[in-house]
């Protein structure tokens, strides 16, 4: 029988081992959102801080529904591979960097406790886009939003990140302990920012003696983040135990890019991430706006047109030549709705970002990328199809995407077979397009439908008659025809 991975597990000689004793560090991160990204990015610079500089940083893990993460790592001691791949060859790494993991159901007291310890200097957050409650027309709370509702509700049991915070900074301020840092590592637009406006407001709901307390004394610095990282297969679990020679149930696999860029602003501390490569600046949204318009975008645009052209993974949309000349026309016009960048060649990060697509080793599925597309369109399509549209730019790779997201949201493929949406807004998007009878009410639907298409594209004829006419060839067409005409 295999062993299983342990804090004392003999390592193969190929396999990194931590640099440093994790048990000689204590806890200084509570991170909410334990999921294979947060294994592969955040926990990965935070090994390589604690290799080269020490200190109180080891994380506690917590994951907010699922109690499988907690199950996974607990009985190897938080110990877990983290294998790389790229065109060069495949690496792996054991990190030591999660000292405890727990659920929220299983585990509040302790939670709570950890996030009321002066120790916790720092809570970093990974829990997508739709995890917050965010109400995208004013920044502030979405009270329909069953986490956001819950928390008001019973403002002693939160099952949210907004109750979680709320509670922790209101016991560190009675108890005269500094505020932690709360540090937001998704894909949200100043996230930062964006982060203490929303909170501030679930406060003036909640809390409202906290409002001023969190919107001045608590620090929101924003983040970009960038590493691919597959949703885990059996076939990650496999590559693992060929690898180490132990069985590791919460293995993660990930390309060997990666890339931090942190505004540096910890009043209580940070670790050394610099470490690791993480870049620190003054102004991370030049940064934050590349990827997004960039990576993102071309993700869910390839996702989506992808997905429905019988392609299950990325790798294989961009050994699609028509599909991967539209990556390409995408990524183009993407960049050209960006400021210049110091030391940034969009050209170059184009480049990178078409090699990095087609690796080879990673199974990542077009289907996992077009969940929650009415939480990423916005940033990731809409907002830079806005400014090509205020700037006279072409308007076609992004009318495009439209047009793919509105041809997924049918829940059919070209030969009828459904599928699930796998979106916060399923139902409103599926009562919407029902009984749509064509390109133009189909459109007119999803463009209606509140806080999603800024007006001025919604309302701009240009637009809407670019993403019509490439909606009518895809349902009259199929998909693979429609993609061939684009890119013809």
């Known amino acids: 029988m295999t062993a299983r991975l342990s804090a004392t597990s003999p390592l193969p000689e190929a396999v990194t081992a931590p640099g440093y004793a994790p048990q000689?560090?204590?806890?200084?991160?509570?991170?909410?959102?334990?999921?294979?990204?947060?294994?592969?990015?955040?926990?990965?610079?935070?090994?390589?801080?604690?290799?080269?500089?020490?200190?109180?940083?080891?994380?506690?893990?917590?994951?907010?529904?699922?109690?499988?993460?907690?199950?996974?790592?607990?009985?190897?001691?938080?110990?877990?591979?983290?294998?790389?791949?790229?065109?060069?060859?495949?690496?792996?790494?054991?990190?030591?960097?999660i000292a405890r993991a727990a659920c929220l159901a299983d585990a509040r007291a302790e939670i709570t406790a950890a996030l009321a310890d002066p120790a916790t200097r720092i809570v970093s957050l990974t829990v997508t886009e739709k995890g917050y409650g965010i109400d995208r027309a004013t920044g502030g709370i979405d009270r329909s939003h069953p986490a956001i509702a819950h928390d008001l509700a019973h403002p002693d049991a939160p099952q949210g990140v907004a109750g979680l915070l709320l509670q922790a900074l209101a016991a560190r301020r009675a108890a005269g302990i500094p505020a932690f840092t709360v540090l937001c590592c998704d894909n949200l637009p100043e996230n930062g920012p964006m982060l203490r406006g929303w909170l501030t407001d679930f406060a003036r709901a909640a809390a409202p003696?906290?409002?001023?307390?969190?919107?001045?004394?608590?620090?929101?610095?924003?983040?970009?983040?960038?590493?691919?990282?597959?949703?885990?297969?059996?076939?990650?679990?496999?590559?693992?135990?060929?690898?180490?020679?132990?069985?590791?149930?919460?293995?993660?696999?990930?390309?060997?890019?990666?890339?931090?860029?942190?505004?540096?602003?910890?009043?209580?501390?940070?670790?050394?991430?610099?470490?690791?490569?993480?870049?620190?600046?003054?102004?991370?949204?030049?940064?934050?706006?590349?990827?997004?318009?960039?990576?993102n975008g071309a993700h869910s645009m390839l996702a989506y047109a992808g997905f429905l052209a019988g392609h299950d993974f990325v790798r294989d949309v961009m050994g699609d030549a028509a599909l991967a000349r539209l990556v390409a026309r995408h990524l183009d016009a993407a960049a050209a709705t960006l400021a210049p960048l110091d030391g940034v060649d969009f050209a170059a990060y184009a480049t990178a970002l078409t090699t990095r697509f087609a690796n080879p080793h990673l199974a990542h599925a077009t289907y996992q990328i077009a969940m929650d597309g009415t939480e990423k369109l916005p940033q990731r399509i809409l907002a830079p199809a806005l400014l090509a549209q205020a700037q006279g730019q072409p308007l076609d790779a992004f009318a495009f995407a439209t047009a793919a997201w509105m041809r997924y949201t049918l829940g059919r493929h070209d030969d009828g077979t459904a599928y699930a949406l796998r979106d916060p807004r399923e139902a409103a998007l599926t009562k919407a397009v029902s009984g749509a009878d064509g390109a133009e009410a189909v459109a007119g639907a999803l463009f209606a439908l509140p806080g999603l298409v800024p007006a001025a594209l919604a309302q701009d004829a240009t637009f809407r008659t670019a993403v019509i006419t490439r909606l009518d060839r895809m349902l009259r067409d199929g998909m693979p025809a429609a993609i061939a005409a684009e890119a013809a």
């Open 209 to 295: 003696d906290l409002a001023d307390h969190i919107a001045t004394e608590v620090a929101f610095p924003a983040t970009m983040v960038d590493r691919i990282t597959p949703a885990r297969t059996d076939a990650t679990l496999a590559l693992a135990r060929q690898l180490t020679g132990l069985e590791d149930a919460a293995a993660v696999e990930t390309e060997t890019f990666r890339q931090w860029v942190i505004e540096d602003h910890f009043p209580t501390g940070r670790p050394a991430w610099e470490a690791g490569g993480a870049i620190f600046a003054t102004d991370v949204r030049p940064f934050e706006d590349m990827k997004l318009r960039m990576l």
């Open 24 to 97: 000689a560090h204590g806890m200084g991160i509570v991170h909410i959102g334990l999921g294979a990204f947060h294994k592969a990015h955040q926990a990965a610079y935070t090994e390589d801080a604690l290799a080269a500089a020490g200190g109180d940083w080891r994380i506690f893990g917590v994951s907010l529904r699922s109690p499988d993460p907690a199950a996974e790592l607990t009985p190897q001691e938080g110990r877990y591979t983290l294998i790389e791949r790229g065109a060069e060859g495949t690496s792996a790494r054991v990190i030591g960097a």
